[in-house]
């Protein structure tokens, strides 16, 4: 089997599903499923593993059209496209109808109410000329949790939809968080106005703490961070910080450096920043603008609806929890990760979505919804 994987771009200021695509695909070619990985050049394109299973291929706009012409249904048994709304993965999808190739697409959260409601009149006019229907001919939805599949749903695609997680890598991290008493939050993740960190310093002014600070690390728009900087210094916000984008091993020490790790965000499909912080023994404090309520049924962190109240109180508890409180929630954390979370089982899940889809008369696997 042979499958052909498109996403958008791999540069590590685009966020996660520059890390988790990746990760995903060489997981799932440890199951002798022949990836090759196609994606636009980037000057600071994330670290690839490729192996004889695995293997990249950069093309531009124009080059990816004439690699769409030679492509055909003999050498490519599924294109799994990653993301929506980018004429890049509208090419391709385009060219898997045309040469009669079955294809799945993740909206990797892009489908989220949101984000539909930002810009709406774009995507409504994208839904319009290409995304409707290149969702509609997909021979399935993969969602990367139950509230993405409701989505999806509620948008009325009627597409077999599989439910199925990202995943850790948890080879990269080769120790946990044990130095609580940092008295420190931190937050990583792109810069952008759908992350809530306005609202994070808003709630952070009304609580005066000084014995606690923050710190802002990830990439994004220079104006817009600028303008946060300028926020924090004309509405004199004390302990704030932002430390720039963090890589490889100096982001998971940022991580563990941390006694909570906080993402305000509005709308995430899945947050794999949160699964990295929980994989670290560091508590979260998360909204539902994410699908991780298991931060509150399994103890490991804060689910909070989204307001600046309701993120001020949760940042006061955090603070007034124990060292050892902190720790056991970490801890929590980590076992939840390793549980449901790891990339070897999410590897082996995804090998197992595409096998039914080559033959779908087969038993349909627990994690695919018809309906």
């Known amino acids: 089997m042979k499958v052909l994987h498109v996403v958008g771009t791999l540069d590590k200021s685009a966020g996660g599903p520059s890390r988790s695509v990746p990760q995903m695909c060489e997981f799932v070619s440890k199951y002798n499923v022949e990836i090759e990985l196609v994606t636009r050049p980037s000057k600071n394109q994330v670290k690839i593993n490729e192996t004889n299973y695995y293997y990249l291929k950069n093309c531009s706009f124009l080059e990816l ?3 769409g012409i030679k492509i055909s249904r003999k050498e490519i048994s599924l294109i799994h496209l990653q993301h929506v ?18 294809y799945i697409i993740t ?48 948008l009325g695609f009627k597409n077999p939809i599989s439910v199925i997680p990202n995943g850790i890598d948890l080879r990269n991290i080769n120790s946990l ?49 600028n303008k946060l900087i300028k926020k924090v210094e004309v509405e004199k916000i004390k302990g704030v910080s932002f430390v720039g984008p963090k ?14 790790f906080v993402l305000p ?7 794999i920043v949160v699964a990295e912080a929980l994989a670290s023994g560091v508590p979260v404090i998360t909204t539902r603008g994410t699908p991780w309520e298991e931060l509150n049924s399994h103890n490991c962190g804060w689910y909070i609806d989204m307001s600046i109240a309701n993120l001020k109180h949760a940042l006061n508890e955090a603070m007034d929890s124990s060292s050892e409180e902190l720790e056991l929630k970490g801890k929590n954390g980590r076992r939840l990760v ?34």
């Open 177 to 225: 968080k044990t130095n609580f008493g940092t008295k420190k939050f931190v937050f990583l993740s792109r810069i952008h106005v759908k992350k809530g960190i306005e609202l994070l310093l808003d709630a952070w002014k009304q609580l005066e703490r000084e014995d606690w600070v923050v710190e802002i690390a990830g990439e994004g728009n220079k104006d817009y961070i």
């Open 338 to 371: 390793e549980k449901k979370y790891d990339m070897q089982a999410i590897g082996k899940t995804t090998k197992e979505m595409y096998s039914w889809l080559m033959n779908p008369s087969s038993k349909t696997p627990y994690f695919i919804y018809k309906d």
């Open 85 to 102: 709304w980018d004429p890049y993965i509208h090419i391709m999808a385009w060219f898997a109808r045309r040469k009669n190739i079955p």
């Open 65 to 67: 059209f004439f690699f």
């Open 265 to 271: 965000t509005f709308s995430e499909n899945f947050g």
């Open 107 to 154: 909206p990797r959260g892009m489908l989220e109410p949101w984000i539909m409601n930002h810009n709406s009149w774009k995507k409504k006019l994208g839904l319009f000329l290409y995304q409707k229907k290149d969702l509609k001919k997909a021979l399935c939805i993969h969602a990367t949790c139950e509230m993405e599949k409701e989505t999806v749903r509620n």
């Open 247 to 260: 890589y490889g091993t100096s982001k998971w020490d940022f991580i563990k450096n941390g006694d909570v």
